[in-house]
């Protein structure tokens, strides 16, 4: 018996094969958007897919001013920071972050599903998010996709 063919072959950062995707967020919800694009990223929806290694694909998403978020939660639900001074907890609504910076809203939800490492704000440099249906990734010839 070939002792080769049944060996494990890890992915690397040379043999890797990545892609550009485009997805449309147009009146898409924004949590079932967002997995979705976070294991596309990290690789998990190909073969060979490596845990150590970023092996997913660059993932450009379009209209992400008209996500959709289920129940109450474009007005109630809150995102907090902290500018590292006492006293300087921040919060802000969805519905604020979407009139100052209207991707922010997909950028943070991806990212909170990407692991908290090295790796993970490595694979936060694969996502390219634009408010409106333009994009400036063109040479790349993205596929587009449905989700």
Same mark, same amino acid.
């Given at each position: ?5 049944? !060996?494990?072959?890890?992915?690397? !950062?040379?043999?890797?094969?990545? #892609?550009?995707?485009?997805?449309? &967020?147009?009146?898409? %919800? ?6 979705? %694009? ?37 007005? #109630?639900?809150?995102? /907090? ?10 919060? $802000?609504?969805?519905? #604020?972050?979407? &009139? =100052?910076?209207?991707?922010? /809203?997909? #950028? !943070?939800? /991806? ?9 993970? !704000? ?8 634009? &408010?409106? &249906? ?8 993205? =596929?587009? $996709?449905?989700?």
């Amino acid at each position: 018996m070939n002792t080769l063919s049944y !060996k494990t072959v890890s992915a690397n !950062k040379k043999t890797v094969s990545k #892609e550009w995707v485009v997805v449309d &967020a147009q009146g898409e %919800i924004l949590g079932r958007l967002s997995s979705k %694009i976070a294991m596309i990223i990290r690789g998990k929806h190909k073969p060979g897919f490596t845990p150590n290694v970023d092996c997913g694909d660059n993932v450009i998403v379009i209209n992400a001013d008209k996500v959709k978020l289920t129940g109450n939660k474009f007005s #109630e639900k809150e995102y /907090v920071s902290y500018t590292g001074y006492p006293g300087g907890q921040r919060f $802000i609504s969805p519905k #604020e972050l979407m &009139a =100052k910076h209207p991707t922010r /809203v997909v #950028e !943070k939800a /991806v990212r909170g599903m990407l692991p908290k490492t090295r790796l993970g !704000k490595a694979l936060f440099g694969n996502l390219h998010v634009y &408010a409106g &249906a333009e994009h400036p990734h063109e040479a790349q010839t993205p =596929k587009a $996709i449905t989700l």
